[in-house]
């Protein structure tokens, strides 16, 4: 009856949401210890722990978005806006005479800024009844304009070790933000499976107009899970600008977005809501990176890299529609 | 007699107060700028601000389609740089070749958005998003990450340059011209008919045996094509394809529909005043450069993404009031 492809019925009864992460992760494991020469080795586990964890943090807060039934395309915009932000405070006057000061408040105020664009976000979502793709498109430009307009389009570059440690620092000989993302993983883990908000976010993206007629307080949640993306975008703009010890409004962050959006629906994300997967969000961020790191080390140029990207974007989707049978 | 025409004139301005208010709102700017600024009248202003918008408005069209069935096409703007690049390697063989390369390379990416969109059964903004994606890498792959000098010896730049009758930049002609034969389309053709159903309602227009799905293939081909003409005409206007143009370009697309009154949900929408939101994004930045020319602002490039977007907040919030209104009307 049904015209669109199925798969065998055996396969598709699989709790497959899971299975195909893995099993691609798998793969992808394999044909680098084949193939990639050096793979095997613990720089290699490093450099993509300590790239994998922005992604991941940016993704968990994307689930939660999705698992409301919508969407933000400003995570990128808004990683920008923070990572902008955090060299002027510090490299202030004010940041200078009081580095602890400094430091402290060039992490506290970009983050709040981010909680502004998800207030922003969240409002025009859930009050004004925007569709979450165009009001989150006005930040998606914007907010990267407003970084840009603040650094003049600067390269903003400086050395300040005690900000350096949200990148470069090591607790147990493991970069500080993959455990920086494993902690926020629990505490997200904890909220939506224990806590009353997590309950009444699936219940939102299940069927928003029940959760609503039930009494849920869903304007209230749904801003606050674009807020808790925005901050947590704004988290991962300043790891990249501690990374690189230098802040580039133009390059932070950018198409964080699909890889944000690509992680969570190969972790298992449903697009309309009703799911929120958060260990799956960190392993669809793990082959992300894997993806790419595989093709970057078999010397595959950056502009392929983008069309092989879109192409899994695709696929993930596509097969998304296979589980929910 | 007379009261039943101001009455229906009342009605009119109702129904279409969008559209309406985009028109007085262009007149309005335009009036500011000529009372304001010396050369804000100038034959070379007039053409230069019509060249330079004719690629705005040109994607605008094929946006409008697009946002009327419901959907959204974010790829414009990549796929404009991506065709403008092919439109410079197409440049020594003439207008000749150059337009139809353009214009399919665009059409191409529409294909892929419509069949990701219609037979994988992909949300719109997922597939072109991806395909925005493809289209930037596609561009800077086939350029090389350079910028692609197109060829002044053929009658390439004439497209972008040249005027037609010596009176309109041959852009324009083409734009008004498409604009003319969508407008009609729109209104009096089946496909037409079909896209503003399938907005309304896409089960509807499905049970009551619309072509649903070649209607929205048609609006996605067509928004990839309008994009390939945009990437044309930013070939032959700034002399050269560029792969790295076109961002944020969706953005003012959206904008100048939905400020033309089209609703983001679909099912209603304007031609003629989709040109006029396009205008009136266009005006704005052309009344700030002459501000920034009389010194009173000091205006970097970079604001240009903060005011697309500020725009369309503005532009938004209006709506949002209107279906408020619309749907307190259909409540009660």
Redesign the interface.
Known sequence: MERTMKLPKRVASMPLRFHGGIVALAALLVFNSLFTPNFLQLQTLFVNISQVATIAIVAMGMTLVIATGGIDLSVGAVMALAGALAPLIFLSDLGAANPALGVALAIMLPLLVAGLCGVFNGVMVAVLNVQPIIATLILFISGRGIAQVLTNGNLQTFSNPSFSYLGTGKILGLPFQGWLALVIACVLFWVITRATWGRYLLAIGGNERAAFLSGGPVRRVKIGAYVICAVLSGFAGLIVVAINSASDAARNGNLMELDAIAAAVVGGALLQGGRAPIFGAILGAVIIQLVKYTLLANGVEDEVALIAKAAIIILAVWMQQFRRT | MLDEMAFDLRKYLRRNSASVTVWVALLALILFGLMRYDNFGSAYNFSSFLNYNAMFIAIALGMCFVIMTGG?D?SVGSVAAFTSVVAAYLSPYGIQVALPGAVLAGIGFGAINAF?IIV????P???T???M??A???A??ISG?QTISVDWGSNFTKLGMGQALGLFPWAIVIVAGLTLVLGLMLEKTTIGRTVLAIGGSEDASNLMGLKVNRAKAFVYLLSGGCAGLAGLFLASGFGAGQPLEG??W??SA?ASVVVGGTL??GGMGSIPATVAGALLLGLVFNVLNFENGQGTISF???????????F??AV??LQ?RV??KQQKVIGS
Do not use: H
């Open positions: 959204i974010l990701c994988l059964r992909i949300p903004f997922i597939a998003l991806a395909t994606l493809a930037k890498g596609g800077l792959v990450a961002i944020g969706e953005l959206i983001l949900t970097s490039a970079y604001w240009q993404m903060v005011i697309r977007g500020g369309l907040f938004i919030l949002s279906i408020a």
